[in-house]
């Protein structure tokens, strides 16, 4: 079954952010099309698409894509094990916007915790992923 939300991204270099999402981030193929340049990626329960900037597939932009692209967008992806993956991708030698923190949100009555940090992908997506710290009653 597909996820309710699945961003589509496009990006400059498919075998570059296919390098990144499979090899740093430990994504997964759930399915390709290799005729239009587009893979189908899964990590966790996360789902993700990819499509080259200029491969033949649609497009469904409303202005020219300049880098960083997906600016003002950050998407917030659960994980096992935050500081595990953050290592994996500062070893690869990836963009860290926001080192790893333990951050608290007030979500009405309690607050839900989260273990996190943000990694640009080679286009600059900013990718926020997160280790769920459970509820606490707010301060």
């Not at 270099?13 to 193929?29: I, K």
């Not at 080192?99 to 839900?112: K, L, Q, V």
């Not at 943000?118 to 280790?131: I, M, S």
Request: charged residues 25%.
């Amino acid at each position: 079954m597909t996820a309710a939300l699945v961003p589509e991204f496009d990006v400059t270099d498919l075998e570059a952010s296919l390098a990144f999402y499979l090899g740093v981030l430990g994504f997964r193929v759930r399915y390709a099309r290799p005729e239009e340049r587009f893979v189908y990626l899964e990590r966790e329960g996360a789902e993700l698409m990819l499509e080259a900037a200029s491969g033949p597939g649609r497009r469904f932009r409303t202005a020219p894509l300049g880098v960083p692209f997906g600016r003002g967008v950050n998407l917030q992806i659960r994980v096992g094990d935050a500081r595990a993956l953050l290592d994996a991708a500062r070893a690869a030698g990836a963009a860290i916007i926001l080192d790893i923190e333990d951050r608290w949100y007030r979500t009405g009555a309690d607050e839900a915790g989260n273990r996190q940090f943000v990694v640009a992908d080679p286009d600059g997506y900013l990718l926020r992923f997160f280790e769920d710290l459970g509820l606490r009653p707010a301060a």
